[in-house]
């Protein structure tokens, strides 16, 4: 059983920037690829990035490129989520996602474990 808690959400005004991040529970984060999903009012959670078991393999969503990072550090058991230049249109929950697989398995959606979630909140 792996726990996801996340922490680092707030307000923060257009163009400002917040890190995100991820601290997980057992054995097996190191075994584990780790992303990072939101969801917005009235619409459907979506994927926002994901990173391999060793962080060699990263991959955004086309509306996060350039502006978000996603990295890891496995001594930590934590995984992060630096995100610049916020936007209002980025205003979500901001969920944390783990899974025994591959980075494909996270970014179809597949998967193994969910945090509770932390609110991000853009002011325009």
């Known amino acids: 059983q792996v726990q996801l808690v996340e922490s680092g959400g707030g307000l923060v005004q257009t163009g400002g920037s917040l890190r995100l991040s991820c601290a997980a529970s057992g054995r097996t984060f190191s075994s584990s690829a780790m992303g990072w999903f939101r969801q917005a009012p009235g619409k459907e959670r979506e994927f926002v990035a994901v990173i391999s078991q060793v962080g060699t393999i990263k991959i955004y969503a086309d509306s996060v490129k350039g502006r978000f990072t996603i990295s890891r550090d496995n001594d930590k058991n934590t995984v992060y989520l630096q995100m610049n230049t916020l936007k209002p249109e980025d205003t979500a929950v901001y969920y944390c996602?783990?899974?025994?697989?591959?980075?494909?398995?996270?970014?179809?959606?597949?998967?193994?474990?969910w945090g509770q979630g932390t609110q991000v909140t853009v002011s325009s």
């Open positions: 996602a783990a899974t025994h697989g591959t980075v494909w398995n996270i970014k179809s959606g597949s998967i193994d474990y």
